[in-house]
């Protein structure tokens, strides 16, 4: 099975020979991984087409996002480019590493009440209304809170990620050709 790389839903020869152009000058891509299209033609399905290239940018210095308030077939999209790490908000979780499985199944195991009719669609909905929350509780309950400034993120350089990516870069070439000029530039 082929996948599309930058969110796309069809890979194309044009596709293929843009990614591999982008892979031979070292280039990156980003994307939101959201529709940019709007198809008028109800038989068209919105597909992502709007995309950036880039080269020696570090990736935490890059933020993408969706414009919404221009309305035609084309949603546009922004990048903002800073001298400094963007801090990303984290992606919040219900569990961690830390979570104690025992006492939530103990937990669902207790709470749960299995004696719920099921007869209307109403009664469908409220069911699993109920289960999410018990879900909920139970992660949160056995779940400890996390300590903020505990862990701080060790971000690397731009300057000393770039050498690191030409090392692998050097490593692979010298995987595929085993030359001794490889070999040289690598060591």
């Given at each position: 099975m082929?996948?599309?790389?930058?969110?796309?839903?069809?890979?194309?020869?044009?596709?293929?020979?843009?990614?591999?152009?982008?892979?031979?000058?070292?280039?990156?891509?980003?994307s939101t991984g959201?529709?940019?299209?709007?198809?008028?033609?109800?038989?068209?399905?919105?597909?992502?087409?709007?995309?950036?290239?880039?080269?020696?940018?570090?990736?935490?210095?890059?933020?993408?996002?969706?414009?919404?308030?221009?309305s035609s077939d084309h949603t546009p999209i922004i990048v903002t480019l800073t001298t400094h790490t963007i801090h990303k908000p984290k992606t919040p979780r219900l569990t961690s590493p830390k979570t104690d499985w025992n006492a939530f199944r103990t937990h669902i195991d207790v709470i749960t009440n299995l004696n719920i009719k099921l007869k209307q669609p109403d009664d469908i909905d409220e069911a699993v209304n109920y289960i999410t929350c018990l879900i909920q509780e139970a992660a949160w309950r056995s779940t400890p809170p996390e300590i903020p400034g505990k862990n701080p993120i060790r971000l690397t350089p731009p300057h000393i990620r770039e050498i690191?990516?030409?090392?692998?870069?050097?490593?692979?070439?010298?995987?595929?050709?085993?030359?001794?000029?490889?070999?040289?530039?690598?060591?």
């Amino acid at each position: 099975m082929i996948t599309t790389n930058w969110g796309s839903r069809l890979t194309t020869p044009k596709g293929r020979n843009l990614l591999q152009s982008i892979t031979n000058c070292n280039c990156l891509y980003i994307s939101t991984g959201e529709p940019t299209y709007w198809p008028s033609d109800p038989n068209k399905t919105p597909d992502l087409l709007d995309f950036f290239i880039y080269k020696s940018i570090a990736t935490n210095c890059i933020q993408i996002e969706t414009n919404w308030d221009l309305s035609s077939d084309h949603t546009p999209i922004i990048v903002t480019l800073t001298t400094h790490t963007i801090h990303k908000p984290k992606t919040p979780r219900l569990t961690s590493p830390k979570t104690d499985w025992n006492a939530f199944r103990t937990h669902i195991d207790v709470i749960t009440n299995l004696n719920i009719k099921l007869k209307q669609p109403d009664d469908i909905d409220e069911a699993v209304n109920y289960i999410t929350c018990l879900i909920q509780e139970a992660a949160w309950r056995s779940t400890p809170p996390e300590i903020p400034g505990k862990n701080p993120i060790r971000l690397t350089p731009p300057h000393i990620r770039e050498i690191v990516t030409e090392k692998r870069r050097a490593r692979n070439r010298w995987q595929r050709n085993r030359s001794r000029i490889d070999k040289r530039v690598y060591n």
